[in-house]
């Protein structure tokens, strides 16, 4: 997840006219709707997380996904930089 005024500007190329752009805005609060109306297990990551600390992300995206396979999350954490 992003914070919607980064993600809006970046869409827009830095422009803070959006006359014209409405499926922008539209697309960006049907995703934040569909997620707060799911039922299941939810978790928000945010972007920002990743970029900062890959391997922490990662290792946080596994547990939660509950891949059973920790060969697969060493990998990935062996080789970060690579991916």
């Given at each position: 997840?992003?914070?919607?005024?980064?993600?809006?500007?970046?869409?827009?190329?830095?422009?803070?006219?959006?006359?014209?752009?409405?499926?922008?805005?539209?697309?960006?609060?049907?995703?934040?709707d569909y997620f707060?109306?799911?039922?299941?297990?939810?978790?928000?990551?945010?972007?920002?997380?990743?970029?900062?600390?890959?391997?922490?992300?990662?290792?946080?995206?596994?547990?939660?996904?509950?891949?059973?396979?920790?060969?697969?999350?060493?990998?990935?954490?062996?080789?970060?930089?690579?991916?």
């Amino acid at each position: 997840m992003r914070n919607p005024r980064e993600v809006l500007l970046r869409n827009h190329e830095y422009r803070m006219s959006y006359s014209g752009c409405d499926d922008s805005f539209e697309d960006y609060f049907s995703h934040i709707d569909y997620f707060l109306n799911f039922n299941g297990e939810k978790k928000i990551f945010f972007y920002e997380d990743m970029i900062q600390d890959k391997k922490s992300f990662m290792y946080e995206l596994y547990i939660f996904l509950g891949n059973g396979k920790k060969s697969k999350l060493d990998y990935i954490i062996n080789n970060i930089e690579l991916l």
